[in-house]
């Protein structure tokens, strides 16, 4: 039986899905909701679902979370539910999801989001949010492959042939040091990176503290030149009257963004920095689903969304963040600080819509250990940019296969804590 087969009648005939082996489905109960659909949906049904913990790194505080599906037509889905400092309450969430997968069309990624999302009852913070983002990835992936398309095309990309623009992460100290980054960043075409701010703040900072950040910044930009983008995390570890100075100080530096010069669910405080800077304001990473963007984009509080794919609640949510965005005047520049299945995933979404800005990888301009495991995983370098872009791939679905036996080199160390940071005296500071 073909894919189009598996299709029932949606005349699908694209693919090359597998015959199922035996009653493949025969002994796995079918979810709450699912008989509704009997009629409509297609034959594809996920028979199991598995979740593994992968550190590179025993002491890591991010160990990877990633997502399997397996399908009684032989295709897999893989997605990712990485987040930082809470590894062990992600697999946790994700295993309490799998009755609601388990059994059902994978083919139906928007009614499982909302039975995810809604029946959940309690609206999703950062585990269940990613939870439900590597869940989803999976069901796009599986999506794609079935049909035979990239999930960029099935969301009616490409919008730029030459594929994502992209940034690393960068800095430099001495004018040697600025020299060589500058040269680095025109050889690899690169055209934008981003940095942050040094050291923590109090509530009301020294005229000495904020003038070394200034400096920071201006010592950069002086290095690298004007052709180069720069992106500022202050990382939300600055109040409102210490960033509303901030944000007026560096503006002659001609910024791409400001990033998280608060907390972003304090909506009134960012407002009040907006107000006073001319440089783009960029928040979103810590937001859960695209109802926590509603405000900050009511109130013309922000211009440019940075939602994590593996946070946000996947491609689902995602996606809808850049629709809500891009009827409002805002763009994306989303985040993706995990592992590799995420920041591909991203790319996907990235590469459909129209008010894309640039896409975030925690990296350096030159390859590190973990980029050297992603090769070796997926077999090919991902999230690495060729001429300042991030290829786009041609396989169908998130583009990629990966074995299970590959992660078992690097087995699942527990979770950690993220930094804890502490000002001088000893009270709690942020990083």
Known sequence: MTAAGFMGGLGVERGQAAEPTGNAIA???????????RDVGSKFKITDMKVFGVSLTPDSDRPYVFVKFETNAGIVGWGES?????????????KDFREFIVGSDPMQVEHHWQSMYVHSFYRAG??????????????????????GLPVYRLLGGPFDSRGVRGYYHASGRTREELARLRENLLKHGITCIKTGIPGSYEWIETHATLRRAVRSLETLREGIGPEIDIGVDFHAKTSPSVASILVKEVEPLNLLF???PCPPENVKAMARIA???TTPIATGERLIASYSCRELIELGVVDILQTDINHVGGITALWKVAAM??????????????????????LHVDAAIPNFLVQEVCSGIEPGPKEKVW?????????RMVNGRFP??????LGFDLSEAALKKYPFGGTRPMARVFHKDGSVAAW
């Open 375 to 383: 090769e070796e995983w997926l077999g090919f370098p991902a999230m």
């Open 275 to 277: 107000k006073r800077s």
């Open 325 to 346: 965005a891009e009827a409002s005047g805002i763009t994306l520049a989303p985040h993706a600080c995990e592992g590799p299945i995420g920041g591909l995933a991203t």
């Open 82 to 94: 990485t987040l930082e400092g809470k590894a062990g309450a992600v697999m946790a969430c994700v």
């Open 258 to 260: 400001v990033e998280e």
């Open 392 to 397: 786009l791939p041609d396989k169908p679905g």
């Open 126 to 147: 950062p585990v269940m949010g990613s939870a439900i983002s590597g869940i989803d990835q999976a069901l796009w992936d599986i999506r794609g492959k079935a049909l």
């Open 27 to 37: 002994n796995i109960p079918i979810p709450l909701g699912a008989a509704a659909f």
